[in-house]
T-cell receptor, first 115, second 113 residues
């Protein structure tokens, strides 16, 4: 079974300060992990993905995430927030086992960036 | 040059009406999915299809049906819409050769009055 918990439903930062969005996962197999972003009135865009290669994954727009198996975490970070980063972010897990089509979404973290 | 398109983008309907949401893709992917998004709940899988002759229920399929008319087209129907089906609906695609990354359409916002 797979599940994902996003630890904060809302994160508010000032422009130019670091961003940390936290995600813990549970998986019966070696997982694939993703972060998707949804801007207002837009679809979901893939930010980055982990698929058992390097544990530090770099994505688009300066975001990165680190897979920590011992902590079952996949937190999303960015050194300096930009106003355009304001959006909802979803952490997603997928088992690499038999049912590897299935994505399980977290409930989302709304990121607000203040000027 | 959207790879995954959904029509309509917005729809308002009344309780009891039959509604069809359509999804088309030009990515050449074999797998297609329908999800619904509700505030604070993330996305939940309604139906998925691995090819034209393979359709499967997801975790919340009650009240919905689907049709895979071609590899590139996957429609979602609400036979008799009810207000708690008001949500944002997403279609997605994937290619089994590329792992389990999914590509999402822009969404359809459905309101059932």
């Amino acid at each position: 079974a797979q599940s994902v918990t996003q630890l904060d439903s809302h994160v508010s930062v000032s422009e130019g300060t670091p961003v940390l969005l936290r995600c813990n996962y549970s998986s019966s197999y070696s997982p694939s992990l993703f972060w998707y972003v949804q801007h207002p009135n837009k679809g979901l865009q893939l930010l980055l993905k982990y698929t058992s290669a390097a544990t530090l994954v770099k994505g688009i727009n300066g975001f990165e995430a680190e897979f920590k198996k011992s902590e079952t975490s996949f937190h999303l970070t960015k050194p300096s927030a930009h106003m355009s980063d304001a959006a909802e972010y979803f952490c997603v897990v997928s088992d690499s086992g038999g049912s590897n089509y299935k994505l399980t979404f977290g409930k989302g973290t709304l990121l607000t960036v203040n000027p | 040059d959207a790879d995954v398109t959904q029509t309509p983008r917005n729809r308002i309907t009344k309780t009891g009406k039959r509604i069809m949401l359509e999804c088309s893709q030009t990515k050449g992917h074999d797998r297609m999915y329908w999800y619904r998004q509700d505030p604070g709940l993330g996305l939940r899988l309604i139906y998925y299809s691995f090819d034209v002759k393979d359709i499967n229920k997801g975790e919340i399929s009650d009240g919905y049906s689907v049709s895979r008319q071609a590899q590139a087209k996957f429609s979602l129907s609400l036979e008799s819409a009810i207000p708690n089906q008001t949500a944002l609906y997403f279609c997605a695609t994937s290619d089994y050769r590329m792992g389990n990354e999914q590509f999402f359409g822009p969404g359809t916002r459905l309101t059932v009055l």
